[in-house]
Nanobody, 124 residues
Framework: QVMLVESGGGLVQAGGSLRLSCAASGRTFSSYGMGWFRQAPGKERAFVAA????????HYADSVKGRFTISRDNAKKMVYLQMNSLKSEDTAVYYC?????????????????WGQGTQVTVSS
């Protein structure tokens, strides 16, 4: 069983920054691939970023490349999403997810565990 708890969301002005955190349980966290997804009102859940089990590979949605950075600390069982130059279209509930095979990929169906989400609101 893997539990994921996101934090760090909030209200920020356009152009500002936020750092989301995801705390994970599980003895083998260092073997999980981790992803961040988001869901805006009335829209489907969308891929944001992912990082492989070692942190050596990361993958981003085109809409966030150059603005968002995913990272992880396996010793602390944490995953982070640094979000800079935020735009109103980044407003959404953000979820972290775990891929037990260690992969970093954009397919939501491939992630076995999900957190409850944290709200990010960007005001223009």
């Amino acid at each position: 069983q893997v539990m994921l708890v996101e934090s760090g969301g909030g209200l920020v002005q356009a152009g500002g920054s936020l750092r989301l955190s995801c705390a994970a349980s599980g003895r083998t966290f260092s073997s999980y691939g981790m992803g961040w997804f988001r869901q805006a009102p009335g829209k489907e859940r969308a891929f944001v970023a992912a990082i492989s089990w070692s942190g050596g590979y990361s993958h981003y949605a085109d809409s966030v490349k150059g603005r968002f950075t995913i990272s992880r600390d396996n010793a602390k069982k944490m995953v982070y999403l640094q979000m800079n130059s935020l735009k109103s279209e980044d407003t959404a509930v953000y979820y972290c997810a775990a891929d037990l095979y260690g992969l970093a990929h954009p397919a939501a169906a491939g992630y076995e565990y999900w957190g409850q989400g944290t709200q990010v609101t960007v005001s223009s």
